[in-house]
Protein backbone atom coordinates (compact mmCIF):
# COMPACT_ATOMS: atom_id res chain seq x y z
CA UNK A 1 0.00 0.00 0.00
CA UNK A 2 1.37 3.46 -0.92
CA UNK A 3 -0.84 5.38 1.39
CA UNK A 4 -2.43 7.01 -1.76
CA UNK A 5 -6.27 6.83 -2.01
CA UNK A 6 -8.05 7.64 -5.81
CA UNK A 7 -11.78 7.42 -5.43
CA UNK A 8 -14.00 6.20 -6.82
CA UNK A 9 -12.18 3.09 -8.47
CA UNK A 10 -14.69 2.65 -11.33
CA UNK A 11 -17.09 4.86 -13.23
CA UNK A 12 -19.17 5.18 -15.95
CA UNK A 13 -20.13 8.00 -17.82
CA UNK A 14 -21.91 8.84 -20.85
CA UNK A 15 -20.07 11.79 -23.68
CA UNK A 16 -20.75 15.13 -23.07
CA UNK A 17 -20.87 14.87 -19.32
CA UNK A 18 -18.59 16.08 -16.38
CA UNK A 19 -16.57 14.14 -13.83
CA UNK A 20 -14.87 14.69 -11.11
CA UNK A 21 -11.95 12.26 -9.42
CA UNK A 22 -10.64 12.37 -6.56
CA UNK A 23 -7.07 11.54 -4.49
CA UNK A 24 -5.82 11.79 -1.18
CA UNK A 25 -2.36 12.05 -1.16
CA UNK A 26 0.37 10.28 1.42
CA UNK A 27 0.50 11.62 4.71
CA UNK A 28 3.48 14.61 4.28
CA UNK A 29 3.27 14.81 0.52
CA UNK A 30 2.09 17.84 -0.85
CA UNK A 31 2.85 17.76 -4.43
CA UNK A 32 0.19 15.56 -6.55
CA UNK A 33 0.56 14.67 -10.06
CA UNK A 34 -2.11 13.10 -12.37
CA UNK A 35 -1.80 10.78 -15.15
CA UNK A 36 -4.34 9.10 -17.94
CA UNK A 37 -3.63 5.60 -18.82
CA UNK A 38 -5.11 4.24 -22.01
CA UNK A 39 -5.25 0.50 -22.81
CA UNK A 40 -1.79 -0.83 -23.90
CA UNK A 41 -0.11 2.95 -23.17
CA UNK A 42 2.06 4.05 -20.67
CA UNK A 43 0.80 6.97 -18.43
CA UNK A 44 0.94 10.42 -20.07
CA UNK A 45 1.09 12.91 -17.70
CA UNK A 46 -1.67 15.44 -17.21
CA UNK A 47 -0.85 18.29 -14.43
CA UNK A 48 0.79 18.51 -11.19
CA UNK A 49 -0.38 20.55 -8.01
CA UNK A 50 1.76 22.18 -5.85
CA UNK A 51 0.38 24.79 -2.88
CA UNK A 52 -2.57 24.64 -4.49
CA UNK A 53 -1.36 25.86 -7.90
CA UNK A 54 -1.09 24.00 -11.29
CA UNK A 55 2.96 23.14 -11.41
CA UNK A 56 3.47 21.74 -14.85
CA UNK A 57 0.74 20.69 -17.80
CA UNK A 58 1.17 18.04 -20.28
CA UNK A 59 -0.43 18.14 -23.85
CA UNK A 60 -4.22 18.08 -22.59
CA UNK A 61 -7.19 20.54 -23.54
CA UNK A 62 -8.35 22.82 -20.90
CA UNK A 63 -11.41 20.78 -19.66
CA UNK A 64 -8.87 18.62 -17.97
CA UNK A 65 -8.58 21.01 -14.73
CA UNK A 66 -7.74 19.93 -11.01
CA UNK A 67 -8.06 21.76 -8.11
CA UNK A 68 -5.40 21.25 -4.57
CA UNK A 69 -6.47 21.77 -1.60
CA UNK A 70 -5.14 23.09 1.66
CA UNK A 71 -5.06 19.11 2.75
CA UNK A 72 -3.13 18.32 0.03
CA UNK A 73 -5.69 16.38 -1.22
CA UNK A 74 -6.56 16.83 -5.21
CA UNK A 75 -9.18 16.87 -8.02
CA UNK A 76 -9.48 15.70 -11.74
CA UNK A 77 -12.40 17.41 -13.25
CA UNK A 78 -13.07 16.53 -17.00
CA UNK A 79 -15.80 18.47 -18.81
CA UNK A 80 -17.61 17.63 -21.80
CA UNK A 81 -16.18 13.82 -21.93
CA UNK A 82 -15.58 12.16 -25.25
CA UNK A 83 -15.26 8.84 -25.71
CA UNK A 84 -11.35 8.68 -25.94
CA UNK A 85 -11.47 9.66 -22.64
CA UNK A 86 -11.73 6.46 -21.51
CA UNK A 87 -8.83 5.21 -19.12
CA UNK A 88 -7.57 4.43 -16.45
CA UNK A 89 -6.10 7.77 -14.11
CA UNK A 90 -3.68 7.45 -11.63
CA UNK A 91 -2.67 10.09 -9.05
CA UNK A 92 0.99 10.48 -7.86
CA UNK A 93 1.63 12.38 -4.42
CA UNK A 94 5.18 12.92 -3.51
CA UNK A 95 7.03 16.20 -1.95
CA UNK A 96 8.15 18.92 -4.28
CA UNK A 97 11.83 18.03 -3.26
CA UNK A 98 11.42 14.37 -4.62
CA UNK A 99 8.62 15.22 -6.88
CA UNK A 100 10.34 12.25 -9.17
CA UNK A 101 12.35 10.05 -6.61
CA UNK A 102 9.92 9.20 -4.85
CA UNK A 103 6.44 9.59 -6.89
CA UNK A 104 3.86 7.43 -4.90
CA UNK A 105 1.31 6.14 -7.00
CA UNK A 106 -2.58 5.25 -6.20
CA UNK A 107 -4.46 2.70 -7.96
CA UNK A 108 -6.59 5.07 -10.56
CA UNK A 109 -9.92 5.21 -11.14
CA UNK A 110 -11.35 3.80 -14.51
CA UNK A 111 -13.20 6.12 -16.18
CA UNK A 112 -15.51 4.52 -19.37
CA UNK A 113 -16.91 7.30 -20.97
CA UNK A 114 -20.31 5.47 -23.65
CA UNK B 1 10.27 16.10 -27.67
CA UNK B 2 10.90 13.21 -25.05
CA UNK B 3 9.51 9.66 -25.86
CA UNK B 4 10.69 6.60 -24.41
CA UNK B 5 10.24 3.06 -27.05
CA UNK B 6 10.17 -0.19 -25.15
CA UNK B 7 10.40 -2.40 -28.18
CA UNK B 8 8.70 -5.82 -26.44
CA UNK B 9 5.41 -5.31 -26.14
CA UNK B 10 4.55 -9.03 -24.54
CA UNK B 11 7.29 -11.30 -23.00
CA UNK B 12 6.70 -14.71 -22.08
CA UNK B 13 9.64 -16.83 -20.34
CA UNK B 14 9.24 -20.08 -17.94
CA UNK B 15 10.28 -19.43 -14.90
CA UNK B 16 13.85 -19.35 -13.77
CA UNK B 17 14.88 -18.02 -17.41
CA UNK B 18 16.75 -14.82 -17.29
CA UNK B 19 15.43 -11.38 -18.57
CA UNK B 20 16.11 -8.24 -20.18
CA UNK B 21 13.48 -5.87 -21.77
CA UNK B 22 14.53 -2.84 -23.23
CA UNK B 23 14.22 0.82 -22.91
CA UNK B 24 15.90 3.34 -25.06
CA UNK B 25 14.73 7.07 -25.07
CA UNK B 26 15.03 10.62 -27.27
CA UNK B 27 16.50 12.93 -25.36
CA UNK B 28 19.82 14.82 -25.50
CA UNK B 29 20.24 16.72 -22.23
CA UNK B 30 20.47 15.34 -18.62
CA UNK B 31 17.87 12.87 -17.68
CA UNK B 32 16.84 10.59 -14.99
CA UNK B 33 15.67 7.28 -15.29
CA UNK B 34 13.01 4.67 -13.81
CA UNK B 35 11.87 1.20 -14.16
CA UNK B 36 8.25 0.94 -12.61
CA UNK B 37 6.31 -2.12 -12.33
CA UNK B 38 2.57 -3.19 -12.18
CA UNK B 39 1.42 -6.23 -10.62
CA UNK B 40 -2.35 -7.11 -11.58
CA UNK B 41 -5.26 -5.21 -9.86
CA UNK B 42 -2.23 -3.16 -7.88
CA UNK B 43 -0.87 -0.16 -8.14
CA UNK B 44 2.46 1.18 -9.84
CA UNK B 45 5.36 0.46 -7.91
CA UNK B 46 9.15 1.91 -8.69
CA UNK B 47 11.49 -0.77 -9.43
CA UNK B 48 14.91 1.07 -9.54
CA UNK B 49 16.01 4.69 -10.85
CA UNK B 50 18.98 6.03 -11.91
CA UNK B 51 19.96 9.52 -11.16
CA UNK B 52 23.61 9.58 -11.53
CA UNK B 53 26.98 7.88 -10.65
CA UNK B 54 27.37 3.54 -11.06
CA UNK B 55 25.63 3.32 -14.44
CA UNK B 56 24.37 -0.24 -12.95
CA UNK B 57 21.69 0.30 -11.06
CA UNK B 58 19.99 -2.34 -8.54
CA UNK B 59 16.42 -2.15 -7.41
CA UNK B 60 14.22 -4.32 -5.63
CA UNK B 61 13.46 -7.76 -5.94
CA UNK B 62 17.07 -8.55 -7.90
CA UNK B 63 16.04 -6.39 -10.68
CA UNK B 64 19.12 -4.35 -12.13
CA UNK B 65 19.20 -2.27 -15.10
CA UNK B 66 22.03 -0.67 -16.92
CA UNK B 67 22.40 2.91 -17.96
CA UNK B 68 24.10 3.65 -21.84
CA UNK B 69 24.41 6.64 -22.61
CA UNK B 70 25.71 6.56 -26.13
CA UNK B 71 22.96 4.47 -27.00
CA UNK B 72 20.11 6.47 -24.71
CA UNK B 73 18.87 2.88 -23.09
CA UNK B 74 18.12 1.99 -20.02
CA UNK B 75 17.45 -2.32 -19.94
CA UNK B 76 16.00 -3.78 -16.81
CA UNK B 77 17.15 -7.09 -16.25
CA UNK B 78 16.72 -10.16 -14.36
CA UNK B 79 19.12 -13.61 -13.90
CA UNK B 80 16.31 -15.64 -12.67
CA UNK B 81 12.43 -14.71 -13.22
CA UNK B 82 10.14 -16.33 -10.59
CA UNK B 83 6.00 -16.81 -11.61
CA UNK B 84 5.68 -13.66 -9.19
CA UNK B 85 7.55 -11.35 -11.81
CA UNK B 86 4.30 -11.70 -14.01
CA UNK B 87 3.46 -7.84 -14.33
CA UNK B 88 3.46 -4.97 -16.72
CA UNK B 89 6.91 -2.86 -16.64
CA UNK B 90 7.08 0.59 -17.76
CA UNK B 91 10.66 2.57 -18.51
CA UNK B 92 10.30 6.06 -17.55
CA UNK B 93 12.51 8.91 -18.35
CA UNK B 94 12.31 12.79 -16.47
CA UNK B 95 14.41 15.86 -17.36
CA UNK B 96 16.21 16.84 -14.55
CA UNK B 97 14.50 19.55 -13.03
CA UNK B 98 11.24 18.95 -14.74
CA UNK B 99 8.04 18.01 -13.07
CA UNK B 100 6.48 14.77 -14.37
CA UNK B 101 7.50 11.51 -15.81
CA UNK B 102 7.20 10.36 -19.69
CA UNK B 103 6.47 6.68 -19.84
CA UNK B 104 6.94 4.31 -22.20
CA UNK B 105 4.22 1.91 -23.67
CA UNK B 106 4.77 -1.46 -21.45
CA UNK B 107 5.61 -4.55 -21.38
CA UNK B 108 3.91 -7.32 -20.30
CA UNK B 109 5.65 -10.34 -19.11
CA UNK B 110 4.03 -13.36 -18.54
CA UNK B 111 5.95 -16.30 -16.41
CA UNK B 112 5.11 -19.51 -16.86
CA UNK B 113 5.81 -22.26 -13.60
Known amino acids: ETGVTQSPTHLIKTRGQQVTLRCSSQ?????VSWYQQALGQGPQFIFQ???????GRGNFPPRFSGLQFPNYSSELNVNALELDDSALYLC?????????????FGQGTRLTVV | AQSVSQHNHHVILSEAASLELGCNYSYGGTVNLFWYVQYPGQHLQLLLK??????LVKGIKGFEAEFIKSKFSFNLRKPSVQWSDTAEYFCAVAQTGANNLFFGTGTRLTVIP
Open chain 2, 50 to 55: YFSGDP
Open chain 1, 27 to 31: SGHNT
Open chain 1, 49 to 55: YYREEEN
Open chain 1, 92 to 104: ASTTYSNRLTEAF
